[in-house]
């Protein structure tokens, strides 16, 4: 059974970046999608950008395309999401999941990390 560690979230002020990263262990099927949802407080938890295992087709939410990256180091197992021109909108606990689908869906995801929380300041 896989299981998901992210780190890197913090504190940053607006306009700074961040790099979040989710440590898996054990070996996922190479026909898995690995994703990055968030959840503001007091709303529901919303995708951020998907991968496939195999560290292609990324896709992003709109809110996100342009400023955010998705990637994968398969030797070390590793999924990334680059956080760049951070807005006080970006807060939230951020989740890595693993699933089956290449969907956007967090109903597709069987997997879930604890969560790494993201605050950025005005």
């Known amino acids: 059974q896989v299981q998901l560690v992210e780190s890197g979230g913090g504190s940053v002020q607006a306009g700074g970046s961040l790099r979040l990263s989710c440590a898996a262990s054990?070996?996922?099927?190479?026909?898995?999608?690995m994703g990055w949802f968030r959840q503001a407080p007091g709303k529901e938890r919303e995708f951020v950008a998907l991968i496939r295992y195999r560290n292609t087709s990324p896709f992003y939410a709109d809110s996100v395309k342009g400023r955010f990256t998705i990637s994968r180091d398969n030797p070390k197992n590793i999924l990334y999401l680059q956080m760049n021109s951070l807005k006080p909108e970006d807060t939230a606990v951020y989740y890595c999941?693993?699933?089956?689908?290449?969907?956007?869906?967090?109903?597709?995801?069987?997997?879930w990390g604890q969560g790494t929380q993201v605050t950025v300041a005005a």
């Open positions: 999941a693993l699933g089956n689908q290449y969907e956007r869906n967090e109903g597709a995801y069987h997997t």
């Open positions: 054990g070996r996922a099927s190479s026909n898995s999608v």
